[in-house]
C-alpha cells in the first residue's frame, strides 16, 4: 500500500503552491498579462510598505508605552520561545525569536517606564495575542517589502541569480536563528577561546567557561523561576477551592483572601467556580513576568557558581540599555545590537530575552573586542585558522572510521605558478579527500544582501577555498608521482594507480545556509573557477554528520549523491542537513528527485530525528531518542558491517552498490539472501541469485554453499560474475560469496568494472556455463 503525503495548496492565477510531505512544489503558469498585473501590483506594494510599516510600528508602540517593558519582553519572550524538548518540532513550532528580537528593540528605543496602574503589569491574552500578531505582520510586511524590490510592470526578465540570492540571505537573516546545536557551539567556543584564556581573565575580567556556564546559569533560572510560580500556582488553586467550600458551608476563615473574592466565588456554579480560579491563578503566574524573569549580578554570580566581580564584567560587555536603540528604528533588521548584546539592563536589573541568541552571539561579540588590538586580532585570526583546519579533518576522519589524514600540505604547482598549498589531505580505501578550510567571517552588509559585500565573501570563504583544492587535483593528475609535505615534514606521496575518486572538501565557521546547499546556483555567479564543484560544509554541519554517519562507506556514498544534485537544478534545500535527512529517510536518489513535476521543488525540515537525538544527548529530553539511521534490513545492515571491518582495498565500491537499492530492493535482496542460504543449509550444495538494475547500469550476485570449501566457492562466483557481467553487458558487477559453514555472511566479494567488448572466450564461457539446459521430462 503506498504511503499517504500530507498535501496543502494553493493556487492564484497561473501561479500554484503545493505542499506534498516534505517537499514544496512551486510552479508558474502566469500568462504575459497576468505576470505584468503581478509585478504591478508588487512595485505599488513595495512603495507602500514603508508608509504602512511606520503606522502599524506607530499603533503598536503606542499598545507597547502602556506597560512595563520588561513584562513585555518577557511575555512576548515565553509566547514565542516556550516549547517542551519532549514534543518539539522544528516544523510545527509556531514561535518566532525575530518576535522577540523585535519587540525588545521597539521597546529599548526610549528610557525604561513603569506604568503608572500596577495593574497593568497583568497582560491579558487579548492582549498578548494583539501585541504577537502585530509582531507578526510587521515581519511578514517587512519580507514582502524586501521580496518586491525588483518589482515593476516592465519587467520581463525573471531576477538575476544573484538578485534572487540577495532576496533569500534577506529572509533567511531575518527569520532563521541558531545555526546548531548548543553542546556543539560549546565545542567550538572553547576550542576558540581558550588558547587566549589567560588574556581574557586579564583584561576582560572572564573567561570562556566563564561565559558558557552564565549562559546555562540565565536558562536555569528563568525555567526553574516560571517552574516554581507554576506550582506555587497549583497550590495556590487547591488552597482558593478549599476556602470557597468552607465559606458555602459557613465554616471560619483565615483571611488569606479577601471575603468578596470568595462570596462572589461562592455565588457561581462549581464548573464555574474551577474555571473562575483557574483563570485567577493563571494571571498570578504570569503577573508582572519581567520580574520573575530578572536576575541581579548576585544572583547570576551563586546560580553560575563564579564570583561576583566576574558575573559583573560579563555582564558589562554583553549588556544593552533603555534608550540605546536609535529612536529613527522601525523596519525589523537582519543585524542589530542584540545579535551581540543580547541582555537588557535596567538599574541593577537583567533580562535576557533569548538565552541561545547570547550563545550564538559571544563568538561575533568577541571577536568584535579582539579587533580593536590588531596584534590580538592577528594571534586570534591564526589560531582559529588551525582550530578550524584541525577540527575538519579531525572529523572527516571520524566519519571515515579513523582515516589517516596530513595538515597544511604543500606541493610543487602543476601550472608551474610557484608552490601551492592545500590545508589538508586524507585517505580512505580507493578516495582522496583534498579539504580547504576558510576562518573569515561572512560580514553584516553580505547578510543584509549587499552585492559586492555578499560577492566577496562568498570569493573568499568558498570561491578561493574551491580554486586551491582544484590547484591540488590538478597537480595530482598531471604528475606521475605526486608528492605533498606536510607541516611536521610527513611526506606523503600519491599512489595514482591506488586511487579512482577524489572529492574536493571546503569548510567554513560560517553558516552560509543561503548558498552552499545549491551551491549551483552561486556558481552562476561566474565567481568560481572552471571545474567540479566542491562539497561545501559548514563546521558544525559537519559535527552532526560525523557522529550520525553509520558506517565510513556511508559518506562517500552520500557525497557522490550530494555532488550530483548540482545536476538538478530545480530542487533546493534549506541546509546541508535538510540534504543528509534526506539521504537518511529517503535516500537522496538524483533521479527520483527530478521526476517530480514543477518549477521549482523545495525541501523542508529533515531534522527532525535529529533534534530528538541531539536534545536527548544534551539532556534537555528525558525521552529517550535513537541515533537517526538509514531504514535497511538487519542483514544487509551485518553485510555492511563486515565488509567495513575486513575493509579490503576497493570494498567502499561495493557498500556504495549496496546502498544503491531502494528500500523494496534492499528488502527483496535479503529474502532472496536468506532464501538461498536456506537451500544450502539444507543439501549442502552451492546456490545462487542475481539481480539487474538495467537503470543504474548495475548487476549483484550472491553465491552460497556448504560443503565447497571457501576458495572454490569464491571462485566460481568470480567467474559466474565475469560471464554475467559479459552477458548483460552492464556497466559494473558486484558478487558476493557467503559460506555456511564460517561465522558471519560475507566471506568473498568481487567487484568488475571493465569497459564491456567482444571476447570469443568469454562467448564461449557464456555459452557453457549460463545457457540454460533442457528438463528432464
Given at each position: 500500500?503506498?504511503r499517504r503525503?500530507?498535501y496543502?495548496?494553493?493556487?492564484?492565477?497561473g501561479?500554484?503552491?503545493?505542499?506534498?510531505?516534505r517537499?514544496?512544489r512551486?510552479?508558474?503558469?502566469?500568462?504575459?498579462?497576468?505576470?505584468?498585473?503581478?509585478l504591478r501590483?508588487?512595485a505599488?506594494?513595495h512603495?507602500q510598505?514603508?508608509e504602512?510599516?511606520a503606522?502599524?510600528?506607530?499603533?503598536l508602540?503606542g499598545?507597547?508605552e502602556r506597560?512595563d517593558?520588561f513584562?513585555i519582553?518577557?511575555?512576548?519572550?515565553f509566547?514565542?520561545?516556550?516549547?517542551d524538548?519532549e514534543?518539539?518540532?522544528?516544523?510545527?513550532?509556531e514561535?518566532?525569536?525575530a518576535c522577540?528580537?523585535y519587540?525588545?528593540l521597539?521597546?529599548?528605543k526610549?528610557?525604561?517606564?513603569?506604568p503608572?496602574?500596577p495593574?497593568?503589569r497583568?497582560l491579558?491574552?487579548?492582549t498578548l495575542?494583539?501585541?504577537?500578531?502585530r509582531?507578526?505582520?510587521?515581519?511578514?510586511?517587512?519580507i514582502?517589502f524586501h521580496?518586491t524590490?525588483?518589482?515593476?510592470?516592465?519587467?520581463?526578465?525573471?531576477?538575476?541569480?544573484?538578485?534572487?540570492?540577495q532576496?533569500?540571505t534577506?529572509l533567511h537573516?531575518?527569520?532563521?536563528?541558531n545555526?546548531g546545536?548548543l553542546?556543539?557551539?560549546?565545542?567550538?567556543?572553547?576550542?576558540?577561546?581558550?588558547?587566549?584564556?589567560g588574556?581574557?581573565?586579564?583584561?576582560l575580567?572572564?573567561s570562556?567557561e566563564?561565559?558558557?556556564?552564565?549562559?546555562?546559569?540565565?536558562?536555569?533560572?528563568l525555567n526553574?523561576r516560571?517552574?516554581?510560580?507554576?506550582e506555587?500556582a497549583?497550590v495556590?488553586e487547591k488552597?482558593?477551592?478549599?476556602?470557597?467550600?468552607?465559606?458555602?458551608?459557613?465554616?471560619?476563615?483565615?483571611?488569606q483572601?479577601?471575603?468578596?473574592?470568595?462570596?462572589?466565588?461562592?455565588?457561581?456554579?462549581d464548573?464555574?467556580?474551577?474555571r473562575?480560579?483557574?483563570n485567577m491563578v493563571v494571571?498570578?503566574?504570569f503577573?508582572?513576568l519581567g520580574d520573575?524573569?530578572a536576575?541581579?549580578?548576585?544572583?547570576l554570580?551563586a546560580?553560575a557558581e563564579r564570583?561576583?566581580?566576574r558575573?559583573?564584567?560579563f555582564l558589562?560587555?554583553?549588556?544593552i540599555?533603555f534608550?540605546?536603540v536609535?529612536?529613527?528604528?522601525?523596519?525589523?533588521?537582519t543585524?542589530h545590537?542584540?545579535?551581540?548584546?543580547p541582555?537588557?539592563?535596567?538599574?541593577?536589573?537583567y533580562?535576557?530575552?533569548i538565552?541561545g541568541?547570547?550563545?550564538?552571539g559571544?563568538?561575533?561579540?568577541?571577536?568584535?573586542i579582539?579587533?580593536?588590538?590588531?596584534?590580538?586580532?592577528?594571534?586570534?585570526q591564526?589560531?582559529r585558522?588551525?582550530?578550524l583546519?584541525?577540527?575538519?579533518l579531525?572529523?572527516?576522519s571520524q566519519?571515515?572510521?579513523?582515516?589517516?589524514?596530513y595538515?597544511?600540505?604543500?606541493?610543487?604547482s602543476?601550472e608551474?605558478?610557484?608552490?601551492g598549498?592545500?590545508?589538508g589531505?586524507l585517505t580512505?580505501?580507493?578516495?582522496?579527500?583534498?579539504?580547504?578550510c576558510?576562518?573569515?567571517a561572512f560580514s553584516?552588509?553580505?547578510?543584509?544582501g549587499?552585492?559586492?559585500?555578499m560577492?566577496?565573501g562568498l570569493?573568499?570563504?568558498v570561491?578561493e577555498a574551491?580554486?586551491?583544492?582544484?590547484?591540488?587535483r590538478r597537480y595530482?593528475?598531471a604528475?606521475?608521482s605526486?608528492t605533498?609535505?606536510a607541516?611536521?615534514g610527513?611526506?606523503?606521496?600519491?599512489d595514482?594507480a591506488?586511487?579512482?575518486?577524489i572529492?574536493?572538501?571546503?569548510?567554513?565557521l560560517e553558516?552560509?545556509d543561503?548558498?552552499?546547499p545549491?551551491?549551483h546556483?552561486?556558481?552562476?555567479l561566474g565567481?568560481?573557477?572552471?571545474?567540479?564543484l566542491?562539497w561545501?560544509?559548514?563546521?558544525?554541519d559537519?559535527?552532526?554528520?560525523s557522529?550520525?554517519?553509520?558506517?565510513?562507506?556511508?559518506?562517500?556514498?552520500y557525497?557522490?549523491r550530494?555532488?550530483?544534485?548540482?545536476?538538478a537544478?530545480?530542487?533546493?534545500?534549506?541546509?546541508?542537513?535538510?540534504?543528509?535527512?534526506h539521504?537518511?529517510?529517503?535516500g537522496?536518489?538524483?533521479e527520483?528527485?527530478?521526476?517530480w513535476?514543477?518549477?521549482k521543488?523545495q525541501l523542508?525540515?529533515?531534522t527532525?530525528?535529529?533534534?530528538?537525538y541531539?536534545?536527548y544527548q544534551?539532556?534537555?529530553?528525558?525521552?529517550?531518542?535513537?541515533?537517526?539511521?538509514q531504514?535497511?534490513?538487519?542483514k544487509l545492515?551485518?553485510?555492511?558491517?563486515e565488509?567495513?571491518t575486513?575493509r579490503a582495498?576497493g570494498?567502499v565500491?561495493?557498500?556504495?552498490?549496496l546502498?544503491d537499492m531502494?528500500a523494496?530492493?534492499?528488502?527483496r535482496?535479503?529474502?532472496?539472501?536468506?532464501?538461498?542460504r536456506g537451500l544450502?543449509?539444507?543439501?549442502?550444495?552451492d546456490h545462487n541469485?542475481f539481480?539487474?538494475?538495467s537503470?543504474a547500469?548495475f548487476g549483484?550476485?550472491v553465491?552460497?554453499g556448504?560443503?565447497?570449501?571457501?576458495p572454490q566457492?569464491?571462485?566460481?562466483?568470480?567467474?559466474?560474475?565475469s560471464?554475467?557481467k559479459?552477458q548483460?553487458?552492464m556497466?559494473t558487477?558486484?558478487?558476493?560469496a557467503?559460506h555456511?559453514?564460517?561465522?558471519g555472511?560475507v566471506?568473498?566479494?568481487?567487484?568488475?568494472?571493465d569497459?564491456?567488448?567482444?571476447?570469443?572466450?568469454?562467448?564461449e564461457?557464456?555459452?557453457?556455463?549460463?545457457?540454460?539446459?533442457?528438463?528432464?521430462r
Open positions: 500500500m503506498a503525503r500530507y496543502e495548496g494553493f493556487e492564484a492565477g501561479l500554484r503552491v503545493e505542499r506534498f510531505g517537499f514544496v512551486m510552479q508558474n503558469a502566469l500568462s504575459a498579462d497576468q505576470h505584468r498585473e503581478f501590483r508588487g505599488e506594494y512603495r510598505a514603508p504602512l510599516i503606522q502599524q510600528v506607530a499603533e508602540e499598545i507597547l506597560y517593558p513584562d519582553i518577557a511575555h512576548v519572550s509566547i514565542n520561545l516556550s516549547a524538548p514534543t518539539y518540532k522544528e516544523w510545527a513550532h514561535g518566532q525569536q522577540v528580537e519587540v525588545t521597539l521597546c529599548l526610549k528610557p525604561y517606564h513603569t503608572p496602574d495593574r497593568d497583568l491579558d491574552g487579548p495575542k494583539d501585541i504577537q500578531d509582531l507578526k505582520q510587521i515581519l511578514w510586511h517587512t514582502w521580496g524590490r525588483r518589482a515593476h510592470p516592465e519587467q520581463a526578465e525573471p531576477p538575476s541569480v544573484l538578485e534572487e540570492l532576496f533569500k534577506v537573516e531575518l527569520g532563521v536563528r545555526p546545536y553542546q556543539h557551539l560549546e565545542e567550538l567556543l572553547r576550542g576558540l577561546f581558550q588558547p587566549l584564556t588574556w581574557m581573565e586579564t583584561s575580567g572572564f570562556i566563564d561565559a558558557i556556564a552564565f549562559g546555562h546559569a540565565i536558562d536555569r533560572i526553574d516560571i517552574v516554581d510560580r507554576r506555587r497549583r495556590e488552597n482558593l477551592r478549599r476556602q470557597v467550600r468552607a465559606y458555602r458551608m459557613g465554616r471560619s476563615l483565615t483571611g483572601y479577601a471575603e468578596e473574592t470568595l462570596a462572589g466565588l461562592a455565588r457561581l456554579r464548573d464555574e467556580i474551577r473562575a480560579i483557574r494571571g498570578w503566574t503577573f508582572a520573575t524573569y536576575f541581579t549580578a548576585e544572583e554570580a546560580e564570583p561576583t566581580d558575573t559583573q564584567a558589562d560587555r554583553m549588556v540599555g534608550g540605546e536609535d529612536g529613527d528604528f522601525r523596519m525589523p533588521a543585524d545590537a542584540l545579535r551581540v548584546r541582555i537588557v539592563r535596567h538599574e541593577g536589573r533580562l535576557c530575552p538565552v541568541l547570547l550563545m550564538w559571544l563568538r561575533p561579540a568577541l571577536e568584535g579582539f579587533k580593536a588590538d590588531p596584534g590580538l586580532w592577528q594571534r586570534y591564526r589560531a585558522g588551525r582550530h583546519e584541525s577540527r575538519s579531525e572529523l572527516l566519519a571515515l572510521g579513523g582515516a589517516p589524514y595538515r597544511s600540505l604543500k606541493f610543487p602543476a608551474g605558478e610557484g608552490e598549498e592545500l590545508d589531505l580512505f580505501d580507493r578516495c582522496l579527500f583534498l579539504v580547504e576558510k576562518a573569515g553584516p552588509a553580505a547578510r543584509r549587499v552585492a559586492e559585500p560577492l566577496h570569493k573568499d570563504l570561491a574551491h580554486s586551491q583544492a582544484l590547484k591540488a595530482i593528475s604528475t606521475d605526486p605533498f609535505v607541516e611536521d610527513t611526506t606523503v606521496t600519491i595514482k591506488r586511487y579512482d575518486r572529492f574536493l572538501v571546503t569548510t567554513t553558516p552560509l543561503v548558498f552552499t545549491v551551491l546556483r552561486v556558481a552562476d565567481i568560481f573557477e572552471a571545474g567540479d566542491p561545501a560544509a559548514y563546521l558544525l559537519l559535527r552532526v554528520m557522529e550520525l554517519i553509520e558506517f565510513p562507506a556511508q559518506l562517500v556514498h557525497l557522490d550530494r555532488l550530483r544534485l548540482h545536476e537544478k530545480k530542487v533546493e534545500a534549506g541546509d546541508e542537513l535538510d540534504w543528509f535527512g539521504y537518511l529517510r529517503e537522496l536518489s538524483l527520483d528527485l527530478k521526476a513535476p514543477g518549477d521543488i523542508l525540515t529533515y527532525t530525528t535529529m533534534d530528538d541531539f536534545l544534551a539532556g534537555e529530553r528525558e525521552t529517550p531518542a535513537p541515533k537517526p539511521v531504514p535497511m534490513p538487519n545492515r551485518q553485510m555492511i558491517a565488509l567495513e575486513e582495498e570494498y565500491d561495493v557498500v556504495c552498490h546502498l531502494g523494496d530492493a534492499r528488502r535482496f535479503v529474502k532472496s539472501v536468506d532464501k538461498i544450502s543449509r539444507r543439501d549442502g550444495g541469485f539481480a539487474l538494475s537503470g547500469g549483484l550476485c553465491f552460497t556448504l560443503a565447497t570449501a571457501l566457492l569464491v571462485e566460481r562466483m568470480q567467474v559466474y560474475s560471464a554475467k559479459y548483460t553487458r556497466q558487477w558486484v558478487g558476493l557467503s555456511l559453514a564460517l561465522p555472511l566471506h568473498g566479494w568481487v567487484m568488475l568494472t569497459p564491456w567488448q567482444y571476447d570469443a572466450q568469454m562467448e564461457v557464456v555459452a557453457t556455463l549460463l545457457t540454460p539446459r533442457p528438463r528432464k
